[in-house]
C-alpha cells in the first residue's frame, strides 16, 4: 500500500478533522437562495489513495453541489477529446491575478485560464460544439455526467434542478462575461451563447457528496485510471495539464499565496467544497459551506494548511517526500 500506516494516517485526519472543526470564520454563499440556506456547520472530509483505501470522517454523505469544482472536470474532458492544442487556442495557462467572475480577458482576448469562469464557459463551448456537435443538448448533458460518473468509479453523482434554475436566474455576470467573449470571437463558429451559458449552468449543478468526489481526486492523483474501478478514464498528459491549472489558478485570487504555502493542485467551489489531489499518492475532498473573502472554504484551507505542516506533501519540498508516512 501507498501509504504503510493507514491507522496512524488517519488518526491525524482526524486530529486535524477536529481542529478545523471549531473554525468560525467565513460566510455561506448568498447569490442564490439554495446556498444561502447552507448549514456553515456542515463539514466532511474524505480520503481516497491511489490504491483505493478509503477513510472519511464528519458530513460526507450529504450532497453539494459541485460548482467551480466541475471546471476541471470540464476541461479535463476538453483536453482528453481535442487534444492541449485544440484546447488552448481558446484558452490561456495564466492566473488572473482577478476575481473568478471579473470582466476580463488576457492580452490576446482570449479567457486567462479554464479555472476561472470565463474560461470555464470557454472550454464548455468546446464541449458543446467540437466533440460530437452532432449530439443534443439532452445527450450532451448524459455524456458530460458519464464522464463526470467514471471519474467518481460510478458512484453518485446527481443534479439539482433548484440550483440550476437560481443559477441562471442570477446570471448577469456569467451573461456577461459571455457576450464579452463572442464579442471577441472567442467561441468555436456556429457557438449559441444560451446553450453554453446553460450548460455551463448545469455542469456547476452537478451534486455530489465528499466520498465521491474523493475518488475523483484520487483519479486525478492516479494519472487519469480510478483507482476504485481500474477503468483508464483520462490520459495521463490531460490528467497533467488539469493539475498543473490546478496547481496555479485553482483558489482564485489566493492561487499564488496556496501554491506557496501548501504546494498542492487543488480547486474549491462556491457550495464549499474543495478538491485536493496529491499526485501518486490519494486525493481528498473537504467540504464546509463558509467561505473567506476570496471565495474559498475557511475550513477545506485550514485543512491543507494543517495537513503539510504534518506531511511533506509540498510539491517542491526537496526529497524523500512522502518519508513520514
Ligand atoms: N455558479 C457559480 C458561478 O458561475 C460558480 C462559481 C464558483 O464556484 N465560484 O458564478
Same mark, same amino acid.
Given at each position: 500500500?501507498?501509504?504503510?500506516?493507514?491507522?496512524?494516517? #488517519?488518526?491525524?485526519?482526524?486530529?486535524?478533522?477536529?481542529?478545523?472543526?471549531?473554525?468560525?470564520?467565513?460566510?455561506?454563499?448568498?447569490?442564490?437562495?439554495? &446556498?444561502?440556506?447552507?448549514? @456553515?456547520?456542515?463539514?466532511?472530509?474524505?480520503? =481516497?489513495?491511489?490504491?483505493?483505501?478509503?477513510?472519511?470522517?464528519?458530513? #460526507?454523505?450529504? @450532497?453539494? #453541489?459541485?460548482?467551480?469544482?466541475?471546471?476541471?472536470?470540464?476541461?479535463?474532458?476538453?483536453?482528453?477529446?481535442?487534444?492541449?492544442?485544440?484546447?488552448?487556442?481558446? /484558452?490561456?495557462?495564466?492566473?488572473?491575478?482577478?476575481?473568478?467572475?471579473?470582466?476580463?480577458? $488576457?492580452?490576446?482576448?482570449?479567457?486567462?485560464?479554464?479555472?476561472?469562469?470565463?474560461?470555464?464557459?470557454?472550454?464548455?463551448?468546446?464541449?458543446?460544439?467540437?466533440?460530437? @456537435?452532432?449530439?443534443?443538448?439532452?445527450?450532451?448533458?448524459?455524456?458530460?455526467?458519464?464522464?463526470?460518473?467514471?471519474?467518481?468509479?460510478?458512484?453518485?453523482?446527481?443534479?439539482?434542478?433548484?440550483?440550476?434554475?437560481?443559477?441562471?436566474?442570477?446570471?448577469?455576470?456569467?451573461?456577461?462575461?459571455?457576450?464579452?467573449?463572442?464579442?471577441?470571437? =472567442?467561441?468555436?463558429?456556429?457557438?449559441?451563447?444560451? +446553450?453554453?451559458?446553460?450548460?455551463?449552468?448545469?455542469? =456547476?449543478?452537478?451534486?455530489?457528496?465528499?466520498?465521491?468526489?474523493?475518488?475523483?481526486?484520487?483519479? &486525478?492523483?492516479?494519472?487519469?485510471?480510478?483507482?476504485?474501478?481500474?477503468?483508464? /478514464?483520462?490520459?495521463?498528459?490531460? /490528467?497533467? $495539464?488539469?493539475?498543473?491549472?490546478?496547481?496555479? =489558478?485553482?483558489?482564485?485570487?489566493?492561487?499564488?499565496?496556496?501554491?506557496?504555502?501548501?504546494?498542492?493542485?487543488?480547486?474549491?467551489?462556491?457550495?464549499?467544497?474543495?478538491?485536493? /489531489?496529491?499526485?501518486?499518492?490519494?486525493?481528498?475532498?473537504?467540504?464546509?459551506?463558509?467561505?473567506?473573502?476570496?471565495?474559498?472554504?475557511?475550513?477545506?484551507?485550514?485543512?491543507?494548511? +494543517?495537513?503539510?505542516?504534518?506531511?511533506?506533501?509540498?510539491?517542491?519540498?526537496? $526529497?524523500?517526500?512522502?518519508?513520514?508516512?
Amino acid at each position: 500500500f501507498i501509504i504503510p500506516d493507514w491507522f496512524g494516517f #488517519t488518526k491525524h485526519i482526524e486530529d486535524f478533522y477536529w481542529k478545523c472543526k471549531s473554525n468560525s470564520e467565513g460566510k455561506v454563499a448568498s447569490y442564490i437562495p439554495q &446556498l444561502a440556506r447552507m448549514n @456553515p456547520d456542515y463539514w466532511g472530509v474524505s480520503v =481516497c489513495t491511489i490504491d483505493g483505501q478509503r477513510f472519511s470522517i464528519g458530513d #460526507t454523505s450529504i @450532497p453539494f #453541489t459541485l460548482q467551480s469544482c466541475s471546471k476541471p472536470l470540464t476541461y479535463a474532458i476538453a483536453l482528453d477529446r481535442l487534444g492541449q492544442e485544440v484546447v488552448h487556442q481558446y /484558452v490561456g495557462q495564466e492566473p488572473s491575478g482577478r476575481n473568478f467572475n471579473e470582466l476580463v480577458l $488576457d492580452y490576446n482576448k482570449k479567457p486567462h485560464n479554464p479555472m476561472i469562469n470565463a474560461g470555464a464557459i470557454l472550454v464548455c463551448s468546446l464541449l458543446k460544439s467540437l466533440i460530437k @456537435p452532432e449530439m443534443t443538448l439532452a445527450e450532451k448533458f448524459d455524456f458530460t455526467v458519464n464522464y463526470f460518473k467514471k471519474l467518481a468509479g460510478g458512484e453518485n453523482l446527481g443534479f439539482n434542478n433548484a440550483i440550476f434554475l437560481s443559477e441562471r436566474e442570477a446570471a448577469d455576470r456569467n451573461y456577461a462575461l459571455g457576450f464579452y467573449m463572442r464579442e471577441h470571437n =472567442c467561441y468555436p463558429d456556429k457557438s449559441n451563447l444560451k +446553450e453554453i451559458l446553460d450548460f455551463y449552468f448545469q455542469c =456547476c449543478s452537478m451534486e455530489a457528496n465528499c466520498d465521491t468526489m474523493a475518488v475523483v481526486a484520487a483519479t &486525478l492523483a492516479n494519472g487519469g485510471i480510478c483507482p476504485i474501478t481500474e477503468e483508464k /478514464v483520462l490520459k495521463p498528459d490531460s /490528467v497533467r $495539464d488539469v493539475l498543473s491549472l490546478m496547481h496555479s =489558478c485553482g483558489m482564485y485570487d489566493y492561487s499564488g499565496q496556496f501554491a506557496f504555502k501548501v504546494g498542492i493542485p487543488a480547486k474549491s467551489g462556491v457550495s464549499g467544497s474543495l478538491l485536493v /489531489v496529491i499526485p501518486n499518492v490519494m486525493g481528498i475532498c473537504t467540504w464546509s459551506p463558509p467561505l473567506d473573502p476570496l471565495g474559498n472554504s475557511c475550513r477545506g484551507v485550514q485543512f491543507c494548511q +494543517e495537513l503539510v505542516s504534518e506531511f511533506n506533501f509540498h510539491s517542491t519540498y526537496y $526529497d524523500h517526500r512522502y518519508d513520514n508516512l
